[in-house]
């Protein structure tokens, strides 16, 4: 809807309609890299960064896309600039943060499977964001995304000190976890009040 | 992607062969998308015609026949395929002997989850809302989405009042939602109890839309009841 | 340009393999978005499974057939435009078949594309084997990705809803466990399948070491 504030729209991103925990997007990372709390941070702060250039690109290639009305094509398009982003981000980082680099390894080439960030560039096409709206869409997306990640890091590190039944180990107990911080992030619904 | 030490005894590729394949599987994947996009075009267009048309005779009742128009702040126009450029796609409805049977206009706003879409219908005659059919909504099972099936919900809008004012150019009254169980006037939402947002927001959609296109369409009405082909 | 293949010949092993073994969901845990979001209602479960099936077979056959064309530094790039193409197409599909189906699934047919399960087969499988074997395990790995996806959508929607497909199973006094079909819910509902399927082997390779004669520790 066009006539969302920004600030609405940061929330439900990052809240309300949380990308993990309600929308279902970025679950492999989640579940595979959230078992400590640093390495959740600095997945997160990347998603970010790729969320926003990501938003900014499928934002001019859908503005380009619907002049030429070549839409078919927006899918392959937006997939291919996933890509490139990653790559650039990659390189990017490996020149001016080497530490960075180091510390994220393989994790940053697996973003561009990571479904929150296509997600990202699908769900403000078929909204029709303006660029601002895009922007603060995908901000509150990534700042959503870290939340949920490094909430769940917080709850695993302390679970390796308790004791589990064997047969939950591993992913079940994970994904249990999950179920129980989307549980209470359900409360945030309705929390954007009367909003036209 | 990282490159393991094993592979570097194959030698590295030079460029044409690499954009050789590249192009070829560009080509082919630009080529299979346009096939399926040119064949599934006429099925989706009749897929959404049957969809509207199938809330639209459901919210106008006695349509058997639609034309499409486009609103704006001073003027409706007829509508061919495309949608509108601006302003706001109104549906008109007509009987089987081609008379006005109501208007339709589409209404959305955020609701408890997400945002509600709504198609409601307006008729002219008796200057009320005669029905609404909800399109899109992500509210909650059991709870919220009885905005969509519950028949005192539903009531509420056989016959909301939406009256202008003298000056006709906003209601007489703005539709407003009260307490389940406080109705007391026809232009008044029963809310359902425990889903307060949820029918707050149908009854904010429905005063933005109708504040916004009532005064427009009773100054044009003459436009909408001219069945196609001119002379009514 | 390519590596020397050994190719894998095919038999039901093939086949089977994806159904239990390396299920893609249950046992290696890929392709887990559209598990939990679409997997509210048994249909939708089967819809996506089915789209999910013809991608994967369409693009990994391409990749296969084209494989010795491929050079090893553009192949990840062309793998996804590939597979791209074939989601593009499937969306299509989709539409024209029933925009209910199409609006029930949401973004998530477009998001196919970046199922860690296709891409993971077309990079450690198709662009290995030949057309025949590619065919055959494409197959068992969708089928076992489709399973999976209906034992979630059906528990979810039977205790949910209080129907199956559609069908209303119990009477009108039955309260639904709505959470079942909210987010939560899926998330709960994989976990205790999860549950069930590590439980199951847990005893299976108990028993296998009962049977040959070693005792576990003290418990």
């Known amino acids: 809807m066009a006539g969302e504030s920004l600030g609405f729209i940061f929330l439900n991103a990052a809240v309300i309609n949380n990308f993990v925990l309600a929308l279902f997007l970025g679950i492999c990372p989640f579940l595979g890299v959230s078992a400590k709390r640093a390495t959740a941070w600095n997945m997160g702060l990347a998603v970010i960064f790729v969320m926003l250039v990501s938003s900014v690109s499928a934002w001019g290639i859908n503005w380009l896309l619907t002049r030429f009305e070549i839409e078919f094509l927006r899918l392959i398009c937006y997939i291919a600039v996933i890509a490139s982003a990653v790559q650039l981000v990659e390189m990017m980082m490996k020149k001016f943060s080497p530490a960075l680099f180091r510390a994220l390894g393989i994790f940053l080439p697996l973003i561009t499977t990571n479904c929150a960030i296509l997600g990202v560039a699908l769900f403000q096409t078929f909204r029709e964001y303006s660029f601002l709206q895009c922007l603060a869409f995908s901000l509150g997306a990534g700042v959503g995304f870290t939340l949920a990640l490094t909430l769940m890091a917080g709850l695993r590190e302390r679970l390796e000190l308790s004791r589990v039944p064997d047969v939950s180990q591993g992913a079940a107990m994970t994904l249990m976890l999950a179920g129980l911080l989307s549980l209470a992030f359900m409360g945030f619904a309705g929390l954007g009040g009367q909003h036209a | ?232 | 340009m390519s590596l020397p293949e050994r190719h894998e010949a095919v038999t039901a092993d093939t086949f089977l393999r994806g159904l239990w073994q390396e299920n893609p969901v249950f046992v290696m845990l890929l392709g887990m978005c559209p598990v939990l979001a679409v997997t509210n209602s048994a249909i939708n479960a089967l819809a996506m499974g089915l789209a999910t099936t013809f991608v994967l077979l369409c693009s990994s056959s391409l990749v296969s057939l084209l494989r010795k064309m491929i050079p090893k530094q553009v192949r990840i790039a062309t793998y996804i435009i590939i597979i791209a193409t074939f989601v593009t197409m499937v969306d299509y599909a989709i539409q024209a078949i029933s925009l209910d189906l199409y609006n029930a699934l949401g973004a998530f047919i477009q998001l196919i594309v970046v199922n860690c399960m296709i891409l993971g087969r077309a990079e450690a499988y198709a662009s290995k084997q030949r057309l025949g074997a590619t065919l055959v395990n494409g197959l068992g790995m969708g089928t076992g990705f489709t399973i999976a996806l209906l034992c979630l959508g059906s528990v979810r929607e039977i205790l949910g809803a209080g129907s199956l497909f559609g069908v209303q199973l119990f009477s009108d006094n039955f309260q639904p466990w709505v959470v079942m079909i909210l987010p939560p819910g899926g998330f709960f509902v994989l976990g205790a399948w999860l549950l069930v399927f590590a439980w199951y082997r847990q005893r299976r390779e108990r028993r296998l070491l009962e049977q040959e004669g070693v005792t576990t520790d003290g418990r």
């Not at chain 2, 208007?103 to 009320?128: F, K, M, N, T, W």
């Not at chain 2, 009885?146 to 939406?162: H, Q, S, V």
């Not at chain 2, 359902?192 to 100054?219: E, Y």
């Open chain 2, 1 to 232: 992607m990282t490159q393991p030490a094993a592979e570097q005894a194959v030698p590295s590729t030079p460029r044409i062969p690499m954009l050789r394949t590249l192009g070829l599987v560009a080509a082919l994947s630009g080529f299979l998308v346009v096939l399926a996009h040119h064949l599934s075009l006429p099925l989706i267009e009749e897929n959404k015609r049957i969809a509207i048309e199938r809330a639209l005779f459901k919210v106008i009742p006695g349509a058997v026949t639609r034309r499409d128009f486009q609103l704006t702040a001073d003027d409706i126009e007829p509508l061919g395929e495309a949608a509108p450029a601006q302003g706001m796609h109104l549906y008109a409805g007509y009987d089987a002997k081609g008379a006005l049977a109501g208007v339709a206009l589409e209404a959305a706003a955020q609701g408890y989850q997400d945002v509600i879409r709504v198609l409601y219908s307006y008729d002219p005659a008796c200057e009320c809302i005669r029905g609404i059919q909800v399109l899109k909504m992500a509210e909650t099972p059991g709870i919220g989405d009885k905005i969509a099936k519950d028949p005192d919900f539903l009531r509420n809008f056989e016959a909301l009042d939406t009256r202008l004012d003298p000056t006709g150019s906003g209601l007489a009254n703005a539709i407003i939602s009260v307490k389940h169980g406080s109705k007391s006037e026809p232009w008044q939402i029963d809310a359902i109890s425990g889903a307060t947002i949820s029918s707050k927001a149908v009854a904010r959609m429905l005063n933005d839309s109708t504040q916004q296109a009532l005064p427009v369409i009773a100054r044009h009405l003459d436009t909408l009841q001219q069945p196609a082909g001119g002379t009514p």
